[in-house]
T-cell receptor, first 114, second 108 residues
Framework: NAGVTQTPKFQVLKTGQSMTLQCAQD?????MSWYRQDPGMGLRLIHY???????DQGEVPNGYNVSRSTTEDFPLRLLSAAPSQTSVYFC?????????????FGEGSWLTVV | RKEVEQDPGPFNVPEGATVAFNCTYS??????FFWYRQDCRKEPKLLMS???SGNEDGRFTAQLNRASQYISLLIRDSKLSDSATYLC?????????FGAGTRLTVKP
């Protein structure tokens, strides 16, 4: 039961580098999203997608880019990494955007920008 | 003011104790409410939804007070395995807002 798979689990970047966090789900979910989790703060929504070809910004989108070419995959790109992007990133999926649906999270990606 | 506020804890309780967490939310238009559990360095997982009339799932009881804009989670007969961070989640217009979590440690 793979569920939501995200890679890499750990990454250290230098300021200014770019990278992509990969996310894939095998539950045929329409809704996928990326969150970041920082100490003392709740998970904050970065970008989301309600289906293939459709993406939109969340609460903290600056410095990140996403695309949704297939139902399964939803990569998150850091365009030019900054120390403020040091965080734990979670990819998530649910059947659709209706809040009553359970959100399934990936195991997280720990990113440090130096 | 944060949209969803929780006491960060930590709550340190002995096995068998009853412990309760509260969570307040600021948006009166909030529609749905949930508790998620997050183990250390793991992903959040749904613990239970919170219904208007209150609901129970084994040792866990969740309640909603719309007038005062808070939800609560009660854990009875705490187990060592209940040690985790409990996230309060509130849905506003299909957007999920997460609290920062309340950390619980159950000790032998």
């Amino acid at each position: 039961n793979a569920g939501v798979t995200q890679t890499p689990k750990f990454q250290v970047l230098k300021t200014g580098q770019s990278m992509t966090l990969q996310c894939a789900q095998d539950m045929n979910h329409e809704y996928m999203s990326w969150y970041r989790q920082d100490p003392g703060m709740g998970l904050r929504l970065i970008h989301y997608s309600v289906g293939a070809g459709i993406t939109d910004q969340g609460e903290v989108p600056n410095g990140y880019n996403v695309s949704r070419s297939t139902t399964e995959d939803f990569p998150l790109r850091l365009l030019s990494a900054a120390p403020s992007q040091t965080s734990v990133y979670f990819c998530a999926s649910s059947r659709d955007r209706f809040p009553g649906n359970t959100i399934y999270f990936g195991e997280g990606s720990w990113l440090t920008v130096v | 003011r944060k949209e969803v506020e929780q006491d960060p804890g930590p709550f340190n309780v002995p096995e068998g104790a009853t412990v309760a967490f509260n969570c307040t939310y600021s948006n009166s238009a909030s529609q749905s409410f949930f508790w998620y559990r997050q183990d250390c360095r793991k992903e959040p997982k749904l613990l239970m939804s919170v219904y208007s009339s209150g609901n129970e799932d084994g040792r866990f009881t969740a309640q909603l007070n719309r007038a005062s804009q808070y939800i609560s989670l009660l854990i009875r007969d705490s187990k060592l395995s209940d040690s985790a961070t409990y996230l309060c989640v509130v849905a506003v217009n299909n957007d999920m807002r997460f609290g920062a979590g309340t950390r619980l440690t159950v000790k032998p």
